[in-house]
């Protein structure tokens, strides 16, 4: 059974830092594309970063050289480190895994990032 489990979401003052997590089980995780994206209320679901399986990382504009994508497939986790964060990062935050030759495409549950003072 496919999960991706997302963490370290919350309520942080803008400027403050956050750092997400999604723990990925029963899939291969070391050959799955993995990427953020976020929601945010009447918005479209919009790409944050991704880090696609033997590919360079991409950023959306508006978090380059703010947050950071990395990954640790020896424990099966991708991370988000997000700093200098903006009440326009207020979203609900998702983890994808995405394996496109083979059609696969997983979603986690998604993590609340709410950034106000």
């Known amino acids: 059974q496919v999960q991706l489990v997302e963490s370290g979401g919350g309520l942080v003052q803008p400027g403050g830092s956050l750092r997400l997590s999604c723990a990925a089980s029963?899939?291969?995780?070391?050959?799955?594309?993995m990427g953020w994206y976020r929601q945010a209320p009447g918005k479209q679901r919009e790409l944050v970063a991704s880090?696609?399986?033997?590919?360079?990382?991409n950023y959306a504009d508006s978090v380059k050289g703010r947050f950071t994508i990395s990954r640790d497939n020896a424990k099966n986790t991708v991370y988000l480190q997000m700093n200098s964060l903006k009440p326009e990062d207020t979203a609900v935050y998702y983890c994808?895994?995405?394996?496109?030759?083979?059609?696969?495409?997983?979603w986690g549950q998604g993590t609340q990032v709410t950034v106000s003072s």
């Open positions: 994808n895994a995405r394996w496109i030759a083979a059609g696969k495409d997983y």
């Open positions: 880090m696609p399986s033997g590919r360079s990382i």
């Open positions: 029963g899939f291969t995780f070391s050959i799955y594309g």
